[in-house]
């Protein structure tokens, strides 16, 4: 008689070799762990894109993330805005907000997230600077060539 039983004929069940140093370990996609991280990463690329394009566009505006938009819901019409651009203050620079939920729900996928973060950058700075987004962007956001 055996000394493993096979009651369902699945074969061998676990591991046939204990974890050692010369086992072979399974590599780790190189991506972010977590939405927020790769939110991130995502609006990161954009600006750096942006500013290999039109370094000029960035001049004097930062680039910040909140998670969702704080703001009247009546002043909306029922629509959650995707970014803000707030020109300069007293004191502040002119700053582009982007908010995380509402861009993360109006994308499939990863890499759709991706183009749609870039779109939106460029549209809000296009609103704030005045310059066309074809000037910001003169590719038209081809991801291709990444």
Do not use: K
């Not at 183009?115 to 910001?136: F, K, P």
């Amino acid at each position: 008689m055996p000394s493993r039983r096979d009651r369902h004929g699945r074969g061998l069940r676990g591991p046939l070799v204990l974890p050692n140093a010369l086992g072979v370990r399974r590599a780790a996609p190189p991506r972010p762990a977590t939405r927020v991280a790769f939110f991130d990463d995502a609006v990161d690329g954009a600006v750096e894109r942006v500013s290999r394009q039109c370094p000029e566009a960035l001049a004097g505006i930062s680039v910040g993330v909140e998670d969702v938009p704080h703001f009247d819901p009546s002043w909306a019409g029922g629509r959650v805005p995707l970014a803000s651009a707030v020109e300069a203050g007293a004191g502040r620079p002119a700053q582009v907000v982007l908010y995380r939920r509402p861009l993360e729900h109006r994308a499939a996928s990863r890499q759709g997230l991706r183009i749609l973060v870039y779109r939106t950058v460029v549209e809000q700075l296009s609103a704030l600077t005045g310059r066309s987004v074809d000037e910001i962007d003169p590719d038209g956001a081809g991801f291709e060539d990444d």
